[in-house]
């Protein structure tokens, strides 16, 4: 099989989303390919070394499923969408700090602050994908923030929280990947992590490295924290949103990075 390119994925995803009321557009220098709206220019930029190494594993399946997801993406930013009577719909996403705050078109996304990796944004699910809420949307239906974050936050506790474990040199893992899209978003359910902390016999760290899986760790031993670590620096590499590849200590109902409490971590009562 011949070596792909970036130029010959180019060519390739051009070929498959050749439409006309789509434009396409290639930046060399950034080595990107967007996809647009003709009429509103609204659209999606792909990073094509990204798609050429899931090809690269996958083959073409890699390239059915980015073509399946941008065709989603696209119809959904071309419809119209209202929140009044889809309350049950709306969930809550986890996301970098690094990730935009604001649409293409300028509008501001509805955000609040997580950690200091992360950010809670929210979503309005639409079945195949959703929509990242916006402010123009909460204004039309005069909703305020504390009123979106209780409706999400709620929504996010009443999705199964079914895991696979494996344990590792005496340490637990648990894998929650239910891929509905709302794995990470799992962290924010405080319920679930007071009962996973119930049950660890050690520490309980909990990582997001990407949307679409919630790790959380029974660590035992010191070796605990550098399988946690390699194992969250590979889904962060792995996956499609990444979020953060920076575990977290879970204690007294707050999240704390790893980096500060490794090997080295500070006593108590030190001050940092």
Known sequence: MAKMTSLKMKKMMEARLAKPEFRTSYNRDKDTFRIEWQDTGQGITITLPNVVSKYNERGEAAVDDLEEHVIEALKIMHEEHDLSGKEKQIYPVIRATSFPTETNAGSTLVFREHTAETRVFYA?????????????????????????????????????????????????????????????????????????????????????????????????????????????????????????????????????????????????????
């Open 124 to 272: 309005l699910d639409l079945g195949k994908s959703y929509r990242l809420i916006d402010e123009a949307l909460l204004e039309e239906e005069n909703w305020s923030y504390s009123w979106i974050d209780e409706i999400a936050s709620f929504n996010v506790r009443s999705l199964d929280n079914d895991f696979k474990k494996d344990t590792v040199a005496e340490n637990d893992f648990y894998f929650v990947a239910k891929q509905d899209g709302y794995d990470a978003s799992r962290i924010l359910n405080e319920a679930f992590l007071e009962e996973m902390l119930a049950d660890a016999k050690g520490e309980l760290a909990v990582a997001v490295p990407h949307q679409d899986v919630l790790i959380l760790a029974d660590i035992q031993n010191k070796a605990g924290y550098d399988i946690l670590a390699q194992m969250t620096m590979k889904f962060f590499a792995e996956g499609r949103i990444p979020i953060t590849s920076l575990p977290f200590i879970y204690e007294d109902k707050t999240l704390e990075p790893v980096f500060i409490l490794a090997k080295n971590r500070p006593e108590k009562n030190e001050k940092e």
